[in-house]
């Protein structure tokens, strides 16, 4: 069972930049694909960013990409979303996921019912 520490958010203005992070507090992430979700307020979680065990070839949300980019150290079972140019519609709760992903090293999971554990959520508020 994994379980998770996660970094504090933050507020930021537009434009500003903020890192998110996640470290397993019980277990490790080897076995796992990780990714970030967030949910703005009204609407549904959607999928942010994931990263395979491998950590190559990460995928993104089209709304992202180009600004945000996932990376994981394998040896200290950590996750982070480093987040660039925010815009006020990046305003939500991130969650970082675990996915079980023993049998592949480029498993990227965009969904996230396939997802087995979650942080609690970390807020995110970008407004001038």
């Known amino acids: 069972q994994v379980q998770f520490v996660e970094s504090e958010g933050g507020s930021v203005q537009p434009g500003g930049s903020l890192t998110l992070s996640c470290a397993a507090s019980?277990?490790?992430?080897?076995?796992?694909?990780l990714g970030w979700f967030r949910q703005s307020i009204g609407k549904e979680r959607e999928f942010v960013a994931s990263?395979?065990?491998?950590?190559?070839?990460?995928r993104y949300a089209d709304s992202v990409k180009g600004r945000f980019t996932i990376s994981r150290d394998n040896a200290k079972s950590t996750v982070s979303l480093h987040m660039n140019n925010l815009k006020p519609e990046d305003t939500a709760l991130y969650y970082c996921?675990?996915?079980?992903?023993?049998?592949?090293?480029?498993?990227?999971?965009?969904?996230?019912?396939?997802?087995?554990?979650w942080g609690r959520g970390i807020q995110v508020t970008v407004s001038s």
């Open positions: 996921a675990a996915a079980d992903s023993p049998g592949s090293l480029l498993y990227t999971p965009i969904t996230q019912l396939v997802y087995d554990y």
């Open positions: 019980r277990g490790s992430f080897n076995d796992y694909a």
């Open positions: 990263v395979p065990r491998s950590g190559d070839v990460p």
